[in-house]
């Protein structure tokens, strides 16, 4: 399910994101990070809980309020969760003293008093101390549990609901999200759980009974389409195998300079990262979006815009002043006079034009290569590099080089792990029939000047005398000569990926010889050594092979 998030900043282009475990990030009250979630939760039709902790909260102030929903446990495994967020410290050797005092209690308060009573009979000093110290923990939320009023049932209607728990501690606060999650875990469907204050709830390097329930609901609750959205103004405290697990991250403006450098983290390796200046600069409503291969610069759509949108998009064209996307009390402002907001430099858009030498269009000529995705195998900075070449023979370079760069990635991914890297990569088009296509549009079209790349190519001929070896098919250098011989390092292949090879038609080796016979066969021409680190097979290289009968 994917649902709209805005339009790109600069081309008004749609942007749709995944309905998946998501993190919002931002400075609070600069970002927009509520009127996102507002919007996106709207939009796609799902019911959402979210939880107000903070007195004088303004998010969420149109949604319906519902009672806080608390289920009492007193297994010792939330006792210690419970404990070391209130000790915001991780217990140590605590363990032993919980489980005692857990010993068949059905409440937080039955726990209590196994805690007094063991402090009373104990005759040591340190079992003692631990019983005492434990006692009073618990104390600072047995009674406010008594003094909350409370829901045995979690009861969700359409859109967002609201628990206020702004009155209560932290520790009480923690309690009722943690029921919540788990509840949602256990019996419901198609729900989003939205978690404010992260670094609090779901803290790094310490336990939580949020953390518990969090952990439970990201890692399994996507088979029933329950998923969580994180709400933090920075990622610094947030437990990492949380925030791991969210496919889709929405990151705000950022000032402090370790903040921006998590932001930029956050994007996946391969895309086209922005600078700092970037994140620091962004206005209110405007975000980075990544979600799986994609990272766009958007302006988010509120709610408030849904009947006009087209106020949405001429905001993100740079079109708009503030004013025009203002919630609805400054719609009828008239425009301010002066210029319009502030255009950044133009963003190429290769999908349009690619103007080489101020005239040349080349649209038609790149339209093949499916604007250098080819499967997820090329980067956006291919298409910028493109972008900037000044004359079609540099074009026909780099697409020389990309194709090189395009064979290495597939023959990696083939040899991977990943189920679905396989797949892309078993999927991919014929890259070699793709670039002489592209080669040849540039050729014949009647737009540029007829392009005959080996006339522009200094020729040399080289006259090499290859000597005949033999091998014996029972050493490892005949081994791989055989290998090669039979197309098997026609794509490029690590020395680790040859040793698994050879283990598996049962020729038995060590791995630092497998390395020297390869760069042995490379020094004599059979392969050549790729930058990626794998050995490729010699083009038009004859191999003769003679079968011996074993004596």
């Excluded at 788990?182 to 419901?188: A, K, S």
């Excluded at 994140?279 to 759509?301: C, D, K, N, P, T």
């Excluded at 790149?366 to 080819?374: G, N, R, S, T």
């Excluded at 490379?522 to 092979?545: C, D, H, Q, R, Y």
Aim: glycine share 6%; hydrophobic share 40%; with cysteine.
């Amino acid at each position: 399910m994917n649902v709209l998030l805005g339009y790109e900043i600069g081309t008004g282009r749609k942007v749709e994101i995944p309905v998946l475990h998501m993190v919002v990030t931002g400075q609070t009250q600069q970002s927009g990070k509520t009127t996102t979630l507002e919007a996106l939760i709207r939009r796609s039709g799902l019911r959402a809980v979210t939880f107000v902790t903070k007195r004088a909260e303004g998010a969420f102030t149109r949604a319906p309020r519902i009672p806080a929903y608390f289920r009492e446990r007193a297994d010792w495994e939330f006792v210690v969760s419970l404990l070391e967020a209130t000790m915001r410290a991780k217990m140590k050797f605590e363990h032993p003293w919980i489980m005692r005092a857990c010993r068949g209690a059905k409440t937080l308060k039955q726990v209590q008093a196994n805690l007094e009573e063991g402090q009373r009979k104990a005759t040591r000093g340190l079992d003692e101390s631990i019983y005492l110290a434990l006692s009073m923990y618990l104390a600072k939320v047995v009674p406010a549990i008594e003094q909350m009023p409370y829901s045995s049932e979690l009861k969700l209607e359409p859109g967002v609901n609201v628990m206020d728990l702004s009155s209560y501690a932290s520790e009480v606060q923690a309690l009722v999200i943690s029921s919540v999650l788990e509840r949602i875990y256990e019996r419901e469907r198609k729900t989003i759980s939205l978690i404010p204050e992260a670094w609090e709830f779901i803290p790094e390097g310490r336990n939580s009974p949020v953390k518990r329930a969090a952990e439970a609901l990201i890692r399994k609750g996507g088979s029933s389409e329950n998923h969580m959205w994180i709400d933090s103004q920075d990622l610094a405290g947030v437990d990492k195998k949380i925030t791991r697990s969210c496919s889709v991250w929405i990151m705000g403006v950022q000032r402090q300079a370790l903040e921006v450098k998590r932001s930029l983290e956050a994007i996946p390796a391969g895309l086209q990262t922005p600078k700092p200046a970037d994140i620091m600069q962004l206005g209110r409503g405007e975000f980075f979006a990544s979600f799986g291969r994609e990272l766009h610069q958007v302006y988010v759509q509120p709610a408030w815009l849904d009947d006009h949108p087209e106020r949405a998009i001429r905001y993100a064209k740079e079109e708009l002043p503030a004013c025009f996307v203002a919630p609805p009390d400054g719609w009828e402002r008239a425009e301010p006079a002066g210029k319009p907001r502030k255009k950044p430099a133009a963003k190429p858009d290769v999908n349009t034009i690619v103007d080489v030498n101020g005239e040349v269009e080349m649209k038609d000529a790149i339209e093949e290569l499916a604007y250098l995705k080819l499967h997820d195998y090329v980067t956006h900075a291919w298409a910028i590099e493109l972008l900037q070449v000044k004359s079609p023979e540099t074009f026909v370079d780099l697409i020389i080089r990309l194709l090189k760069e395009l064979k290495q990635r597939r023959s990696g991914l083939l040899e991977g792990t990943d189920p679905g890297d396989v797949a892309r990569a078993q999927a991919a088009p014929d890259v070699d029939a793709i670039v002489a296509k592209v080669i040849a549009r540039l050729q014949d079209s009647g737009e540029i000047p007829a392009l005959n790349v080996s006339a522009k190519k200094p020729e040399i001929t080289v006259t090499v005398q290859r000597k005949l070896i033999d091998l014996d098919g029972s050493t490892l250098k005949g081994r791989l000569a055989q290998m090669v011989a039979g197309g098997w390092f026609d794509e490029a292949k690590t020395g680790h990926s040859a040793y698994n090879e050879l283990q598996r038609r049962g020729f038995a080796t060590a791995k630092p010889n497998v390395y020297r016979e390869l760069d042995a066969l490379a020094n004599w021409g059979f392969v050549t050594k790729e930058p990626s680190g794998g050995f490729l097979a010699v083009a038009g290289m004859k191999i003769n092979l003679r079968e011996m009968e074993a004596e």
